[in-house]
Protein backbone atom coordinates (compact mmCIF):
# COMPACT_ATOMS: atom_id res chain seq x y z
CA UNK A 1 0.00 0.00 0.00
CA UNK A 2 2.85 2.56 0.93
CA UNK A 3 4.20 2.53 -2.78
CA UNK A 4 0.32 4.44 -3.70
CA UNK A 5 0.43 6.94 -0.89
CA UNK A 6 2.22 9.98 -1.24
CA UNK A 7 4.42 10.44 2.27
CA UNK A 8 6.43 13.73 0.96
CA UNK A 9 6.17 17.50 0.30
CA UNK A 10 8.58 20.07 -1.27
CA UNK A 11 8.34 23.48 -1.56
CA UNK A 12 10.09 26.32 -3.98
CA UNK A 13 10.07 29.75 -3.37
CA UNK A 14 7.91 31.51 -1.07
CA UNK A 15 8.55 29.87 2.19
CA UNK A 16 6.79 26.58 3.40
CA UNK A 17 3.00 26.29 4.56
CA UNK A 18 3.05 24.56 7.67
CA UNK A 19 1.88 20.92 7.61
CA UNK A 20 -1.70 20.68 8.95
CA UNK A 21 -2.82 17.79 11.05
CA UNK A 22 -4.22 15.23 9.65
CA UNK A 23 -7.03 12.68 11.13
CA UNK A 24 -4.93 10.15 12.97
CA UNK A 25 -6.07 6.56 12.64
CA UNK A 26 -4.41 4.28 14.98
CA UNK A 27 -2.88 0.85 14.50
CA UNK A 28 -5.42 -0.90 16.61
CA UNK A 29 -8.26 0.31 14.30
CA UNK A 30 -10.55 -2.38 13.19
CA UNK A 31 -12.89 -0.75 10.69
CA UNK A 32 -16.55 -1.12 10.05
CA UNK A 33 -18.62 -4.48 9.06
CA UNK A 34 -18.97 -4.53 5.56
CA UNK A 35 -22.44 -5.49 5.73
CA UNK A 36 -23.39 -1.61 7.87
CA UNK A 37 -22.47 -0.62 4.47
CA UNK A 38 -23.95 -0.20 0.62
CA UNK A 39 -21.46 -2.53 -0.87
CA UNK A 40 -20.90 -3.96 -4.23
CA UNK A 41 -21.98 -7.51 -4.78
CA UNK A 42 -19.18 -8.26 -6.96
CA UNK A 43 -16.61 -7.25 -3.95
CA UNK A 44 -18.54 -8.68 -0.96
CA UNK A 45 -15.96 -11.70 -0.74
CA UNK A 46 -13.05 -9.80 -1.61
CA UNK A 47 -12.65 -6.69 1.59
CA UNK A 48 -12.47 -7.24 5.16
CA UNK A 49 -14.10 -4.30 6.60
CA UNK A 50 -14.40 -1.08 5.81
CA UNK A 51 -11.62 1.56 6.85
CA UNK A 52 -12.69 5.16 6.30
CA UNK A 53 -16.29 5.69 5.02
CA UNK A 54 -16.62 7.61 1.74
CA UNK A 55 -18.78 10.28 4.14
CA UNK A 56 -15.94 11.05 6.02
CA UNK A 57 -13.57 11.22 2.92
CA UNK A 58 -15.87 13.68 2.24
CA UNK A 59 -16.35 15.90 5.31
CA UNK A 60 -12.36 15.57 5.80
CA UNK A 61 -12.20 16.48 1.96
CA UNK A 62 -14.07 19.74 2.61
CA UNK A 63 -12.14 20.50 5.45
CA UNK A 64 -8.70 20.63 3.73
CA UNK A 65 -9.95 22.63 0.97
CA UNK A 66 -10.79 25.83 3.28
CA UNK A 67 -6.94 25.28 4.56
CA UNK A 68 -5.96 25.07 0.73
CA UNK A 69 -7.76 28.53 0.32
CA UNK A 70 -6.37 30.11 3.61
CA UNK A 71 -2.89 29.17 2.89
CA UNK A 72 -2.81 29.50 -0.52
CA UNK A 73 -3.43 33.27 -1.26
CA UNK A 74 -4.62 35.52 -4.09
CA UNK A 75 -1.85 32.79 -6.08
CA UNK A 76 -2.78 31.10 -9.45
CA UNK A 77 -2.98 27.40 -8.51
CA UNK A 78 -2.14 24.78 -11.15
CA UNK A 79 -3.53 21.54 -9.95
CA UNK A 80 -1.70 18.88 -11.06
CA UNK A 81 -3.26 15.18 -11.12
CA UNK A 82 -1.81 12.23 -10.90
CA UNK A 83 -3.47 9.55 -12.76
CA UNK A 84 -5.16 7.27 -12.11
CA UNK A 85 -5.34 6.97 -8.09
CA UNK A 86 -5.78 10.36 -7.39
CA UNK A 87 -8.86 10.85 -9.67
CA UNK A 88 -11.53 10.97 -6.79
CA UNK A 89 -9.46 12.72 -4.15
CA UNK A 90 -8.61 15.35 -7.06
CA UNK A 91 -12.20 16.03 -8.39
CA UNK A 92 -13.82 16.26 -5.00
CA UNK A 93 -11.18 18.53 -3.20
CA UNK A 94 -11.52 20.94 -6.49
CA UNK A 95 -15.19 20.98 -6.12
CA UNK A 96 -14.96 22.11 -3.06
CA UNK A 97 -12.40 24.52 -3.53
CA UNK A 98 -14.72 26.28 -6.67
CA UNK A 99 -17.89 26.16 -4.48
CA UNK A 100 -15.53 28.54 -2.00
CA UNK A 101 -14.60 30.36 -4.77
CA UNK A 102 -18.34 31.03 -5.21
CA UNK A 103 -19.51 31.60 -2.33
CA UNK A 104 -16.90 33.44 -0.29
CA UNK A 105 -15.06 37.16 -0.59
CA UNK A 106 -11.45 35.16 -1.23
CA UNK A 107 -11.14 33.37 -4.61
CA UNK A 108 -7.61 31.92 -5.91
CA UNK A 109 -7.67 31.75 -9.80
CA UNK A 110 -7.44 27.86 -10.94
CA UNK A 111 -6.30 25.76 -13.67
CA UNK A 112 -6.09 21.77 -13.82
CA UNK A 113 -3.41 19.40 -15.59
CA UNK A 114 -2.26 15.43 -15.07
CA UNK A 115 0.10 13.07 -15.23
CA UNK A 116 0.15 9.59 -14.88
CA UNK A 117 2.74 7.30 -13.27
CA UNK A 118 3.24 4.03 -12.86
CA UNK A 119 4.70 1.90 -10.32
CA UNK A 120 3.12 -0.87 -8.58
CA UNK A 121 1.88 -4.66 -9.36
CA UNK A 122 0.03 -6.49 -7.64
CA UNK A 123 0.55 -5.03 -3.85
CA UNK A 124 4.16 -4.96 -4.09
CA UNK A 125 6.22 -1.66 -5.77
CA UNK A 126 7.81 -2.46 -8.54
CA UNK A 127 11.01 -0.10 -7.72
CA UNK A 128 10.63 1.41 -11.27
CA UNK A 129 8.84 4.75 -11.74
CA UNK A 130 7.27 5.18 -15.05
CA UNK A 131 6.11 8.40 -16.41
CA UNK A 132 2.98 6.75 -19.02
CA UNK A 133 1.18 9.86 -19.68
CA UNK A 134 0.53 13.55 -19.53
CA UNK A 135 0.55 16.56 -20.98
CA UNK A 136 3.73 18.85 -21.56
CA UNK A 137 4.62 20.40 -18.74
CA UNK A 138 6.24 23.01 -20.11
CA UNK A 139 3.76 24.97 -21.06
CA UNK A 140 3.06 25.72 -17.07
CA UNK A 141 6.42 26.90 -16.18
CA UNK A 142 7.10 29.89 -13.51
CA UNK A 143 3.40 29.43 -12.10
CA UNK A 144 2.40 28.54 -8.70
CA UNK A 145 1.59 24.26 -8.65
CA UNK A 146 -0.27 22.62 -6.49
CA UNK A 147 0.28 18.95 -6.70
CA UNK A 148 -2.54 16.77 -5.52
CA UNK A 149 -1.38 13.18 -5.77
CA UNK A 150 -1.68 9.40 -3.62
CA UNK A 151 1.19 8.20 -4.84
CA UNK A 152 4.58 6.47 -2.97
CA UNK A 153 7.70 8.38 -2.26
CA UNK A 154 10.14 7.24 -4.50
CA UNK A 155 7.15 8.33 -7.20
CA UNK A 156 7.07 11.86 -6.10
CA UNK A 157 10.65 12.11 -5.70
CA UNK A 158 10.60 11.13 -9.80
CA UNK A 159 7.30 13.69 -9.59
CA UNK A 160 9.10 16.67 -8.11
CA UNK A 161 12.06 16.24 -10.03
CA UNK A 162 10.66 16.75 -13.27
CA UNK A 163 8.85 19.71 -11.88
CA UNK A 164 11.52 21.10 -10.53
CA UNK A 165 12.91 21.29 -14.20
CA UNK A 166 10.48 23.77 -15.51
CA UNK A 167 11.14 26.02 -12.57
CA UNK A 168 7.84 26.43 -10.92
CA UNK A 169 7.35 29.61 -8.67
CA UNK A 170 6.44 27.18 -5.66
CA UNK A 171 4.97 23.37 -4.86
CA UNK A 172 2.69 22.17 -2.25
CA UNK A 173 2.06 18.35 -2.01
CA UNK A 174 -1.91 17.87 -0.55
CA UNK A 175 -2.79 13.93 0.05
CA UNK A 176 -5.45 12.05 0.88
CA UNK A 177 -3.48 9.28 3.01
CA UNK A 178 -0.09 9.16 4.81
CA UNK A 179 0.98 5.73 5.60
CA UNK A 180 3.14 5.16 9.02
CA UNK A 181 5.44 1.97 7.49
CA UNK A 182 9.14 1.91 8.62
CA UNK A 183 9.96 2.04 5.19
CA UNK A 184 9.28 5.61 4.92
CA UNK A 185 11.91 8.11 3.11
CA UNK A 186 11.01 10.98 5.96
CA UNK A 187 8.41 13.50 3.65
CA UNK A 188 5.40 14.86 4.69
CA UNK A 189 3.17 16.62 2.48
CA UNK A 190 2.09 20.17 3.40
CA UNK A 191 -2.00 19.22 3.26
CA UNK A 192 -3.09 15.63 4.19
CA UNK A 193 -6.41 14.30 5.15
CA UNK A 194 -5.57 11.07 7.26
CA UNK A 195 -2.88 9.12 8.68
CA UNK A 196 -3.47 5.49 8.43
CA UNK A 197 -1.51 2.36 9.54
CA UNK A 198 0.44 0.05 7.39
CA UNK A 199 -2.37 -1.74 5.55
CA UNK A 200 -3.05 -2.37 1.53
CA UNK A 201 -6.40 -0.29 1.29
CA UNK A 202 -8.34 -0.27 -2.17
CA UNK A 203 -11.47 1.98 -2.95
CA UNK A 204 -12.24 5.75 -3.58
CA UNK A 205 -10.02 4.99 -6.78
CA UNK A 206 -7.21 2.97 -4.62
CA UNK A 207 -6.89 -0.13 -7.12
CA UNK A 208 -5.30 -3.47 -6.85
CA UNK A 209 -4.53 -4.41 -10.46
CA UNK A 210 -7.08 -1.95 -11.72
CA UNK A 211 -9.54 -3.57 -9.55
CA UNK A 212 -12.22 -1.50 -6.74
CA UNK A 213 -11.78 1.98 -8.14
CA UNK A 214 -15.80 1.46 -8.42
CA UNK A 215 -15.84 1.55 -4.66
CA UNK A 216 -16.90 4.51 -2.75
CA UNK A 217 -15.33 3.84 0.65
CA UNK A 218 -11.91 2.81 1.47
CA UNK A 219 -11.27 -0.92 2.37
CA UNK A 220 -9.01 -3.28 3.50
CA UNK A 221 -8.67 -5.89 0.67
CA UNK A 222 -8.83 -9.90 1.83
CA UNK A 223 -6.42 -12.38 0.94
CA UNK A 224 -9.21 -13.73 -1.17
CA UNK A 225 -9.20 -10.40 -2.51
CA UNK A 226 -5.80 -10.66 -3.56
CA UNK A 227 -5.30 -13.61 -5.24
CA UNK A 228 -8.82 -13.14 -7.67
CA UNK A 229 -7.31 -10.46 -8.99
CA UNK A 230 -3.22 -11.26 -9.11
CA UNK A 231 -1.62 -9.84 -12.22
Known amino acids: MWSRLLEQGLYFSFGRIPSLR ?34 LIMDRTE ?33 YIKALNRNSDKSIPMTVDFIRLKSYCNDQSTGDIKVIGGDDLSTLTGKVWFID ?6 TMKTL ?7 NPKM ?15 GYRPDFVGFEVPDKFVVGYALDYNEYFRDLNHICVISETGKQKYKA
Open 22 to 55: SLHIGDDEQGYDLDLFCIPKHYADDLEKVYIPHG
Open 63 to 95: RLAREIMKGMGGHHIVALCVLKGGYKFFADLLD
Open 149 to 154: IIDTGK
Open 160 to 166: LSLLKQY
Open 171 to 185: VKVASLLVKRTPRSV
